[in-house]
């Protein structure tokens, strides 16, 4: 980690510091995530080659992510072996890891050649979700970006609504859209929020979309000046077309709307990264090909505050004349 990037997650990430131990428990952790990516790539390349990136996403997240770390070479032999680390002590930190072994019981193969169950995989994503680890990463995003700042939001892909719960618990806003492309995590938000699926309770409303393109037209009749913010964590590789998708999400957006984007890259944790790849996400990218794909989708630069680790955030805005 670059010296820059590491004062400012001390700066920003304190609280999530804090809570996971310190540095150097959060360290423990992080070395975790790199020793099972390098195993589960070991296994992948040794019994199905370097096709299996061409084939499957989990395979390419863990080829992209260890190349850039230097620890396989560009045919994916592995160059370096990292040693195991020691466990450690902290709760939260230790729940990191334990995902980490959850995972490696399903078998890297299995999981690259498409072989495990769809449903075994959603059990381990919903786990993560609800863990400590990850709530307290999401808070400290949330209050990071200031969401008390922000009346109507729009929350594209919203899973199973864990990330409009933490909202919730720091601020009532105005109104709270969401949807998703998965009718399961609809009726799983709708449930959590005490909401109704395709319509609106109280402050709420949730709506089943294929893209963001299929749910711009309601949020525009639902909030005629547009709404104040986007919120993306941890969405962008879920979106099908993620440039079609973020040019129709601003133009729901007001004259003075935000997209607010925290995105894990290939550059942060990555086992994790590899993981949520399998757990059924669409794309995996670099924290500067996220930057590229936000520009060409009409938006600049508003603040970055961090580049990669835990993950990339930064606050965008729609050009002007775009």
């Keep these: 980690m670059k010296v820059l990037e590491?004062?400012?997650?001390?700066?920003?990430?304190?609280?999530?510091?804090?809570?996971?131990?310190?540095?150097?428990?959060?360290?423990?952790?992080?070395?975790?995530?790199?020793?099972y990516a390098v195993k589960w790539w070991d296994e992948i390349f040794n019994d199905l080659g370097l096709s299996s990136v061409r084939g499957n996403i989990f395979a390419r997240a863990l080829f992209i992510s260890l190349r850039l770390r230097g620890y396989i070479d560009e045919n994916g032999h592995v160059k370096k072996r990292p040693e195991k680390p020691e466990l450690p002590?902290?709760?939260y930190a230790?729940?990191?890891?334990?995902?980490?072994?959850?995972?490696d019981q399903l078998g890297a193969v299995n999981v690259a050649s498409n072989k495990v169950d769809e449903n075994m995989i959603s059990v381990l994503y919903s786990t993560m979700l609800s863990q400590g680890w990850y709530k307290i990463l999401r808070r400290t995003f949330l209050e990071l970006i200031g969401i008390k700042n922000y009346g109507v939001i729009l929350e594209p892909v919203i899973k199973e609504g864990n990330v409009a719960l933490a909202v919730m618990e720091l601020h009532t806003p105005k109104l709270y859209v969401g949807f998703d492309y998965r009718r399961d995590n609809v009726e799983l938000a709708a449930s959590v929020l005490k909401a109704k699926p395709g319509g609106c309770v109280g402050n709420i409303c949730i709506y089943h979309a294929t893209t963001a393109c299929d749910v711009t037209n309601i949020v525009k009749r639902l909030v005629p000046n547009g709404v104040d913010v986007a919120l993306l964590l941890h969405t962008l590789y879920w979106l099908l077309d993620p440039v079609k998708e973020l040019s129709c999400i601003a133009s729901a957006l007001s004259p003075s709307g935000k997209l607010?984007?925290?995105?894990?890259?290939?550059?942060?944790?990555?086992?994790?990264?590899?993981?949520?790849?399998?757990?059924?996400?669409?794309?995996?990218?670099?924290?500067?090909?996220?930057?590229?794909?936000?520009?060409?989708?009409?938006?600049?630069?508003?603040?970055?505050?961090?580049?990669?680790?835990?993950?990339?955030?930064?606050?965008?805005?729609p050009r002007r004349g775009s």
Aim: proline content about 3%; charged content about 25%; overall charge neutral.
């Design 6 to 35: 590491e004062i400012n997650v001390l700066r920003y990430y304190k609280p999530f510091i804090d809570a996971a131990g310190g540095v150097g428990e959060l360290k423990k952790a992080l070395k975790w995530s790199e020793w």
């Design 89 to 91: 002590t902290n709760s």
């Design 94 to 103: 230790m729940e990191f890891v334990e995902l980490h072994e959850s995972f």
């Design 260 to 317: 607010i984007v925290g995105q894990q890259v290939v550059e942060s944790t990555p086992g994790l990264v590899a993981m949520v790849a399998a757990m059924g996400a669409k794309h995996v990218f670099s924290w500067k090909g996220v930057e590229k794909m936000l520009i060409a989708s009409g938006y600049e630069l508003e603040k970055r505050y961090l580049r990669y680790m835990p993950y990339y955030i930064a606050i965008w805005k």
